[in-house]
């Protein structure tokens, strides 16, 4: 079994910067990509951005483009979600999400295809 436990959520005002992290333990051998979703009130849940193992893959959905960067530390079993210029409609709670199995593609993007989840981080921007 893996666990995540996500940190560095919190409320901030339009344009600031956060810093999300998420921390992988128990049985991390075997993990592969590593990606962010989130979920606003009254909407499905929706990517973010997602890294392969290695990390020389990293794909982003188009509003966060320029503004998030997603980054890992495989040592730690971490993985990090810089967010810059954050905007009111980024106001959502955070998933931390790895996938036990290689992902190709637009796999990176589809719930379905992460196997373990975080509890969520809220972010809250303000206007």
């Known amino acids: 079994q893996v666990q995540l436990v996500e940190s560095g959520g919190g409320l901030v005002q339009g344009g600031d910067s956060l810093r999300l992290s998420c921390e992988a333990s128990g049985r991390t051998l075997g993990l592969y990509a590593m990606g962010w979703f989130r979920q606003a009130p009254g909407k499905e849940r929706e990517f973010v951005a997602a890294t392969s193992w290695s990390g020389d893959s990293t794909y982003y959905t188009d509003s966060v483009k320029g503004r998030f960067t997603i980054s890992r530390d495989n040592a730690k079993n971490t993985v990090n979600l810089q967010m810059n210029s954050l905007k009111p409609e980024d106001t959502a709670v955070y998933y931390c999400?790895?996938?036990?199995?290689?992902?190709?593609?637009?796999?990176?993007?589809?719930?379905?295809?992460?196997?373990?989840w975080g509890q969520g981080t809220q972010v809250t921007v303000s206007s």
């Open positions: 999400a790895v996938a036990g199995k290689p992902l190709y593609g637009d796999w990176y993007e589809r719930r379905l295809m992460y196997d373990y």
